[in-house]
């Protein structure tokens, strides 16, 4: 199995973005999936996590952003893909942001939030 995040980039604070998590080999059916985060000289952090991919919105029914929180999670079944919303963005947010499923990391998407 393979994970490909991508949608990083530069943005101001105040800013949002979306990265994407593709997976190849295997499906995203009722797995776990977590996005971390790994800032310059930090260790990797938890930032956002589902216990069951199948139970996360789709990312264009328009119920992605209705929880509370500024980083919410949403899938595409046809793509095969998990996304990471991001909203509110803070500069102590930059880093490399990585998808993780079945025991494997993708590679990573570098986000920097510029003051």
């Known amino acids: 199995v393979q994970l490909q995040a991508s949608g990083g980039g530069l943005v101001q604070a105040g800013g949002s973005l979306r990265l994407s998590c593709r997976a190849s080999g295997r499906t995203f059916t009722t797995n776990a999936v977590g996005w971390y985060r790994q800032a310059p000289g930090k260790q990797r952090e938890l930032v956002a996590e589902s216990s069951n991919v199948g139970t996360l919105p789709y990312v264009n029914s328009g119920n992605v952003n209705s929880g509370k929180g500024r980083f919410t999670m949403s899938r595409d079944s046809a793509k095969n893909t998990v996304y990471l919303q991001m909203n509110s963005l803070k500069p102590e947010e930059t880093g490399v942001y990585y998808c993780?499923?079945?025991?494997?990391w993708g590679q990573g998407t570098l986000v920097t939030v510029s003051s």
């Open positions: 993780y499923a079945w025991g494997q």
